[in-house]
C-alpha cells in the first residue's frame, strides 16, 4: 500500500474521535440498552467501569480507553443501533410537539376543532369539546387549569391511534 491510499493522520485522528464519541455515547446507556447491543465482554467491562467513575478526570481517561478499545471492534452495528434509538426518540419529541401544538390551537382557535377532526377522523369530539369548555371556564375564573394535562393526553391519545 503506497503512500496515497493510506488516510491522513488528520482523518486517522476524526476517525479516532468518532469512535470515541460512539464509545461515550455507550457509556451514557443504561443497563438494558447495553444488553441489545452486542459488545464484546472487554469493551462491557470498560462502559460498566466508566458508568461507575464520577470523578472527571478519571471519567475522561477510560473514555480514552474505550475510544482505543472501539478501534477493535465493528463499530457499524453499534452506530446502527445508537442512530436507531435516536431516531425513535426524535419521532416521539416531534410526535409530543405536534400534540402540544394542537392543544394550544385547541384552545386559540374557534375552528380548531374541526381541523382536529378532518385530521383525525374518528376522534371523541365531544370528549375534545368538553375539555376545552372547561380549561376556557377555569381560565376565565382564574382558577388552576386541572384539565390542561388531560386535554394534552388525550390529543395525544387519538394522534397515536393512527
Given at each position: 500500500?503506497d503512500?496515497?491510499?493510506?488516510?491522513?493522520?488528520?482523518?486517522?485522528?476524526?476517525?479516532m474521535?468518532?469512535?470515541?464519541?460512539?464509545?461515550?455515547?455507550?457509556v451514557?446507556?443504561?443497563a438494558?440498552?447495553?444488553?441489545?447491543?452486542?459488545?464484546p465482554?472487554?469493551?462491557?467491562e470498560?462502559?460498566?467501569?466508566?458508568?461507575?467513575?464520577?470523578?472527571?478526570?478519571?471519567?475522561?481517561?477510560q473514555?480514552?480507553?474505550?475510544?482505543?478499545?472501539?478501534?477493535?471492534?465493528?463499530?457499524?452495528?453499534?452506530?446502527?443501533?445508537?442512530?436507531?434509538?435516536h431516531?425513535?426518540?426524535?419521532?416521539h419529541?416531534?410526535?409530543?410537539?405536534?400534540?402540544?401544538r394542537?392543544?394550544?390551537?385547541?384552545l386559540?382557535?374557534?375552528?380548531a376543532?374541526?381541523?382536529?377532526?378532518n385530521?383525525y377522523?374518528?376522534?371523541?369530539?365531544?370528549r375534545?369539546?368538553?375539555?376545552?369548555?372547561?380549561?376556557?371556564?377555569?381560565?376565565?375564573?382564574?382558577k388552576?387549569l386541572?384539565?390542561?394535562?388531560?386535554?394534552?393526553?388525550?390529543?395525544?391519545g387519538?394522534?397515536?391511534?393512527?
Amino acid at each position: 500500500m503506497d503512500e496515497s491510499e493510506q488516510p491522513s493522520k488528520s482523518q486517522r485522528k476524526r476517525d479516532m474521535q468518532a469512535l470515541q464519541k460512539t464509545g461515550a455515547q455507550l457509556v451514557e446507556l443504561n443497563a438494558g440498552q447495553l444488553a441489545q447491543i452486542e459488545l464484546p465482554e472487554f469493551l462491557l467491562e470498560a462502559i460498566l467501569a466508566a458508568q461507575r467513575i464520577r470523578d472527571f478526570e478519571g471519567r475522561r481517561r477510560q473514555l480514552q480507553y474505550i475510544g482505543k478499545l472501539m478501534r477493535e471492534v465493528d463499530a457499524a452495528p453499534i452506530r446502527a443501533k445508537l442512530g436507531q434509538w435516536h431516531g425513535v426518540a426524535r419521532a416521539h419529541t416531534a410526535s409530543q410537539h405536534l400534540a402540544e401544538r394542537w392543544r394550544e390551537r385547541l384552545l386559540a382557535e374557534a375552528d380548531a376543532l374541526a381541523l382536529f377532526a378532518n385530521e383525525y377522523p374518528g376522534s371523541d369530539l365531544q370528549r375534545l369539546r368538553s375539555l376545552v369548555a372547561s380549561i376556557k371556564r377555569d381560565q376565565a375564573a382564574g382558577k388552576p387549569l386541572k384539565n390542561y394535562r388531560e386535554l394534552f393526553r388525550a390529543v395525544r391519545g387519538i394522534m397515536g391511534e393512527l
